[in-house]
């Protein structure tokens, strides 16, 4: 049952995360897409980690893969303030999922 809940979420989360990136990547230039789903991500799992649907939805939904990619297009500028401002928000918004069911 575990393993057919986190099938769902991914199945889930997979095309959610491509539908805003496609969305975001045609009104900017900036990943912003790649961000949101990754915070909003990881803000997600900091609810609720041991639900196997999340952990299956928050899997496939954020994206570090994608991060990577948009990282070797841009310039080294850009590429180091879109990774910093990504595990700092991201490790922000976990903090702030903790807390909320704390």
């Known amino acids: 049952m575990r393993l057919l809940l986190f099938i769902v ?3 889930i989360g997979a095309p959610l995360r491509y539908a805003i990136d496609k969305v975001a990547r045609a009104r900017s230039e900036f990943p912003i897409g790649i961000l949101f789903v990754n915070v909003v991500g990881s803000f997600i799992l900091g609810i609720s980690h041991t639900n196997y649907f999340v952990m299956g939805f928050c899997g496939a939904f954020t994206t570090w893969s994608a991060l990577a990619l948009d990282l070797n297009r841009q310039n080294k500028r850009s590429a ?3 990774v ?3 595990f700092v928000l991201c490790i922000a918004a ?3 999922g903790k807390a909320l069911v704390s």
């Open 84 to 86: 910093v401002v990504t």
């Open 94 to 96: 976990v903090v702030a």
């Open 9 to 11: 979420g991914a199945g």
């Open 80 to 82: 180091a303030i879109n």
